[in-house]
T-cell receptor, first 110, second 115 residues
């Protein structure tokens, strides 16, 4: 499958803790994106990292990409209850032909 | 901008009926995508258009599904006849397929239930 696979499938933490989610993929990519999905709603784009980049930051989000290991990680620092959602990685193999993983369900307990 | 608009938001129909889902992409975007999401299969790309032309429809499950994009501001996904296994949330997304602008913007989805 060309889809990214997130790990873990589910993660439960306390407010204030950091959350780390991982995504692995199988073939070379142009870029990798992380999206957030609240229950029953559409996806919201969080961050895009290109194949020639190793790390990107956006607010409390930090994304890394290791093309040699074909993996990416999403770190959410100082988590909040409002961060509770599913986080999906999407791998772009052929400009706009993105494939989504099943996602990590994050629960942040207040 | 209002974002990607989908209608209806919810649809309940009986097996065998025709279902039409509608999408209005963000103005100025020239790529449009239809996805289906279920618990079992996750988010699946059904078809995507670039400049109103279908580029890849390999994800369309079978001949009962068809999609059109008659102009840059409107697309439909039709299921005829519908079956219970088509029950899912259908998302439309759009993007500007220029270099370095691959982010997709998703609509709120249409929740379809086929009885």
């Amino acid at each position: 499958s060309q889809q990214g696979e997130e790990d873990p499938q589910a993660l439960s933490i306390q407010e204030g803790e950091n959350a780390t989610m991982n995504c692995s993929y199988k073939t070379s990519i142009n870029n990798l994106q992380w999206y957030r999905q609240n229950s029953g709603r559409g996806l919201v784009h969080l961050i895009l990292i290109r194949s020639n980049e190793r790390e990107k930051h956006s607010g409390r989000l930090r994304v890394t990409l290791d093309t040699s290991k074909k993996s990416s990680s999403l770190l959410i620092t100082a988590s909040r209850a409002a961060d509770t959602a599913s986080y999906l990685c999407a791998t772009d193999y052929n400009n706009n032909d993105m494939r989504f993983g099943a996602g990590t369900r994050l629960t942040v307990k207040p | 901008d209002a974002g990607v608009i989908q209608s209806p938001r919810h649809e309940v129909t009986e097996m065998g009926q025709e279902v039409t889902l509608r999408c209005k992409p963000i103005s100025g975007h020239n790529s449009l995508f239809w996805y289906r999401q279920t618990m079992m299969r996750g988010l699946e790309l059904l078809i995507y258009f670039n400049n109103n032309v279908p580029i890849d429809d390999s994800g369309m499950p079978e001949d009962r599904f068809s999609a059109k994009m008659p102009n840059a501001s409107f697309s439909t996904l039709k299921i005829q006849p519908s079956e219970p296994r088509d029950s899912a949330v259908y998302f439309c997304a759009s993007s500007f397929s220029g270099r370095g602008a691959e982010t997709q913007y998703f609509g709120p989805g249409t929740r379809l239930l086929v009885l």
